[in-house]
Structures are given as C-alpha cells and as structure tokens.
Antibody, heavy 118, light 108 residues
Framework: QVHLVQSGAEVKKPGASVKVSCRTSGYTFTNYDISWVRQAPGQGLEWMGWISAYTGNTNYPQKLQGRLIMTTDTSTSTAYMELRSLKSDDTAVYYC???????????WGQGTLVTVSS | DIQLTQSPSFLSASVGDRVTITCRASQGFSNYLAWYQQKPGKAPQVLIYAASTLQTGVPSRFSGSGSGTEFTLTISSVQPEDFATYYCQQLNSYPPYTFGQGTKLEIK
C-alpha cells in the first residue's frame, strides 16, 4: 500500500525557515513526481510546487520563487519542502502528494501544520 | 496560467438530492481535470480524474463530465458521508496545477 507520512507540526517566528519532510513507501519513489499543496486556516487549496523524483527538476509558482526549495533523497524515498523568510500568512497546513500520470494527486500525506507567529 | 472558478461556493442539499458543481476554466484545455473531496481535518481524496474517470473505490453516485472550459461533478443521490468540500484541479498546463476555490456541500 502506498503511504506518504509527513513530519510533525512546527511553530516558527517570522523570518525563520521551516523544512517539512514527506517519507514515502509502497512504490518506486523515482517513478512518480511529488507536489506540495498548502491550505491556510479556513481557506482553499493552494498548489505550491512540483519536483520530479527522477531528475530533481522543480517548478514553483512565481509568488514563492526565491523562498521555496523542494528536494528529494532517493536513498530514503523522502521528499522535502523548505520555505524561507516565513511570514504570518504562511501559516497553513502543508501537504505532500504523489502525482499520478500527470492526471491526479494520490495519495496525500496527512498534512503538517506550520504556524508562524512572533 | 489557467484559472479555475467553481460554482456555487456553497450548496445546501438534503440526503437523496442530486447535486451538480461546475468548474469553469479561464481558457480551454483537454480533459486533465480532477475532482477531490475534503472532509474537515483530513487531506483531500481524489474522486474523478481525466474529467470523467472514477477513481477506484469511489462510489458510482459520483460522476464527472465536461471539456474545454466547463466541467461538472455530479452526485446522483447525496449520502450523509458526502457532506464535505469539493475542489476541481487542472493538470493540463504542466505545471502549475491550479485548484478551484472549493464548493462546500452542507446539509439542508
């Protein structure tokens, strides 16, 4: 069975960085891309970016470029999302998800709450 | 980038009702559209992909249709476990993989 398990909740101060991990199991890691999605409290889903687990190529939306870094560790089948220079409106639940055939995301990780507060 | 607009944003229905949610795109694209269901405190789960293909394990009361700029998700007979928020997502322009703003289905 395919599983994506994320690291635990984080509390950060404005200006700090956060790194969330997404450990995968149950499939060949390099055969699927990983995307990250975030959801601010009471809000909708915001696509944050994509990484090819095979090549390491990434694609980020313009609003996050310069602050966002996605990486993978193929030896542990783990994806990472690092967001720098945190602001209060980065407070959200962050999800990783496996991209299936470029057609849908499945499964998703359980989510990681990142709270940015002074 | 392709923008997606869902309507309505809120929908009240009774158990047994037929409901339809629409997702309109800012520009036309092929059928790389997915629908997700999200319940409070949980990660989204895919219901439909490629506009009309039912994901394995999803009840057949869910169906999807459409192409170009207009797509729909229909629940033929709403069940108590269907009250949730629904999102469309386009995966045509590779990437960004834009989401619609969501439709919350509530009990009438």
């Amino acid at each position: 069975q395919v599983h994506l398990v994320q690291s635990g909740a984080e509390v950060k101060k404005p200006g700090a960085s956060v790194k969330v991990s997404c450990r995968t199991s149950g499939y060949t890691f390099t055969n699927y891309d990983i995307s990250w999605v975030r959801q601010a409290p009471g809000q909708g889903l915001e696509w944050m970016g994509w990484i090819s687990a095979y090549t390491g190529n990434t694609n980020y939306p313009q609003k996050l470029q310069g602050r966002l870094i996605m990486t993978t560790d193929t030896s542990t089948s783990t994806a990472y999302m690092e967001l720098r220079s945190l602001k209060s409106d980065d407070t959200a639940v962050y999800y990783c998800a496996r991209v299936v055939g470029g057609e849908f995301f499945d499964p998703w990780g359980q989510g990681t709450l990142v709270t940015v507060s002074s | 980038d392709i923008q997606l607009t869902q309507s309505p944003s809120f929908l009240s229905a009774s158990v047994g009702d037929r409901v339809t949610i629409t997702c309109r795109a800012s520009q036309g694209f092929s059928n790389y559209l997915a629908w997700y269901q999200q319940k409070p405190g949980k990660a989204p789960q895919v219901l439909i992909y490629a506009a009309s293909t039912l994901q394995t394990g999803v009840p057949s009361r869910f169906s999807g249709s459409g192409s170009g700029t207009e797509f729909t998700l229909t629940i033929s007979s709403v069940q108590p476990e269907d009250f949730a928020t629904y999102y469309c997502q386009q995966l045509n322009s590779y990437p960004p993989y834009t989401f619609g703003q969501g439709t919350k289905l509530e009990i009438k």
